[in-house]
């Protein structure tokens, strides 16, 4: 296994490369290793994916079993993994600090905080201060640390472009290193993004209606894909649309389309 700085270094150097690169979300080690095989170059968590995959709501789970996964997830590859660290599971900026420095301590090399609570936006200073907080946190590290920052509107329904772009410039200001605004999928609204910050730009697919593909995102200037619980969605999808045909049908055909368990274990 490579070190946790040299994790950094690879990973800041994608972040200053010229083309866009995908960071796809594993929930699990199994996850995590099949997209490493895949010669994906640094992943990122979920917490929706990971939430689901325990069986409960997003950004429910505790802080200390989040670290757990984070832990497993960063020791179970050779790639960089960056971290959904939901909200910080705190409101107060002095707490952010010490998540992010906690978050640290498991080998991960990034993470993002979210500028949400219980679906609402924390109002505007306090999500500046926040961030803030955090970036002091990830500059007194002894490796590079990648925060993202996120402004959540789109994600909560609220699609307001003139706050969203107001959050993100704040963000930068406040020490962000990758800025992210999840469910911004209009090219028209994307350019706005862009011509509006000057740091890498987080871009989320895998939802409906975000039909770009990678070559169209690296164009306009945006730097990374994340996949978000897409992926695990789409393994769930997979296995409830089974269940639904064995309780419907009582065959069990579907075998002949998986793969092998020695086809999977390969993988690994």
Known sequence: MISQHEKAVQFKKLHDDKSAFIIPNPWDVASTKILAHFGFKALATSSAALSLSEGTN????????????????????????????????????????????????????????????????????????????????????????????RADNYFIGNPDLKDTIKRLEAYQMAGANVLFAPGVNLKTELKSILTSINKPLNVLMGIKGATMNLEELSEMGVKRVSLGASLYRTAMSSFIQTIQQIKETEQFDFAEKSLSFREISNLF
């Open 58 to 149: 997003d950004n429910e789970l505790p802080l200390e079993k989040v670290m757990i996964h984070l832990k497993r997830i960063s020791s179970s590859t050779n790639l960089p993994v960056t971290a959904d660290l939901g909200n910080g599971f705190f409101d107060k900026p002095e707490n952010i600090y010490n998540t992010i420095i906690k978050a640290a301590e498991t080998g991960i090399v990034g993470a993002s905080i979210e500028d949400t609570s219980s679906n609402k936006s924390y109002p505007f200073d306090l999500s500046v201060e926040r961030i803030k907080a955090a970036s002091e946190a990830a500059k007194s590290l002894n490796f590079p640390f990648m925060l993202t920052a």
